[in-house]
Nanobody
Framework: QLQLVESGGGLVQPGGSLRLSCAAS????????VGWFRQAPGKEREGVSC????????NYTDSVKGRFTISRDNAKNTVYLQMNNLKPEDTAVYYC????????????????????WGQGTQVTASS
């Protein structure tokens, strides 16, 4: 049974950087596309970025393009989210999730198709 655990969150000043990790256990992560999602207080959960099984296809929501980079190391069963130039509006709980079927590519819009979720890690960008 696949399980995901996020780490790497914290408090940074605006303009700072963090790298989130999503470590998998119980099943090889390379069977699945993986996405990062976030939820700020009082707001709906939104898709941030996703990566295909091979890592060659990635997608980003417009607000993070050019600042965030998703990558995966299938040998380490881990997916990363490098976040640079963080802004106060990036403050949220960040979740990683695995897509339910081995599709080609990845999609942020079909959040309900991600069926294994981590517990989340808090990211706060504030001075």
């Amino acid at each position: 049974q696949l399980q995901l655990v996020e780490s790497g969150g914290g408090l940074v000043q605006p303009g700072g950087s963090l790298r989130l990790s999503c470590a998998a256990s119980g099943s090889p992560l390379h069977y699945y596309p993986v996405g990062w999602f976030r939820q700020a207080p009082g707001k709906e959960r939104e898709g941030v970025s996703c990566t295909s099984i091979s890592g060659t296809i990635t997608n980003y929501t417009d607000s993070v393009k050019g600042r965030f980079t998703i990558s995966r190391d299938n040998a380490k069963n881990t997916v990363y989210l490098q976040m640079n130039n963080l802004k106060p509006e990036d403050t949220a709980v960040y979740y990683c999730a695995a897509y339910g079927v081995p599709i080609v590519g990845c999609y942020l819009a079909t959040m309900s198709s991600y069926n294994v979720w981590g517990q989340g890690t808090q990211v706060t960008a504030s001075s």
